[in-house]
């Protein structure tokens, strides 16, 4: 991981990570991937597939619990370092970007008051994932 970055979960099949100080001013922003290299969502095969939309389906619903985040904009990318993955953006009423899409080149202010902050959401993300897998 990037020194910016910390594993939320690493497993054989995915790896979720946060980010610090974020993108976008969004408390709780990270991305999921698969282990496995793709390049196109569409060469993922089936069941692959299937299982890697399930994890982030699950990081979702436990991001939105962790941050209480009204919803969960989803986009997925493999422009940035030609690995799929997909970034989860958790959006509030009173975010920055109302009716709009998020422009991550936006990173000030910070989301988190202080790296501590950082800190206690991964560990919520943790916690909230091992108990639910």
């Not at 370092?81 to 990173?107: E, Q």
Request: aromatic share 12%; proline share 7%.
């Amino acid at each position: 991981m990037p020194d910016d970055q910390i594993d939320i979960i690493l497993t054989d099949e995915i790896c979720v990570g946060g980010e610090y100080p974020g993108q976008g001013k969004l408390f709780g922003k990270l991305y999921v991937m698969p282990m496995e290299h793709y390049f196109h969502f569409e060469d993922m095969p089936e069941d692959a597939a299937a299982d890697f939309m399930r994890e982030v389906r699950r990081v979702g619903k436990a991001l939105r619990k962790v941050t209480n985040a009204e919803k969960i904009n989803y986009e997925m990318h493999a422009n940035s370092g030609a690995h799929l993955h997909i970034h989860l953006f958790p959006r509030y009423l009173d975010d920055d970007f109302p009716s709009a899409p998020i422009d991550y080149r936006i990173k000030e202010p910070a989301p988190y008051e202080s790296y501590d902050e950082f800190l206690w959401f991964i560990e919520q993300m943790r916690k909230e994932l091992r108990e639910h897998r």
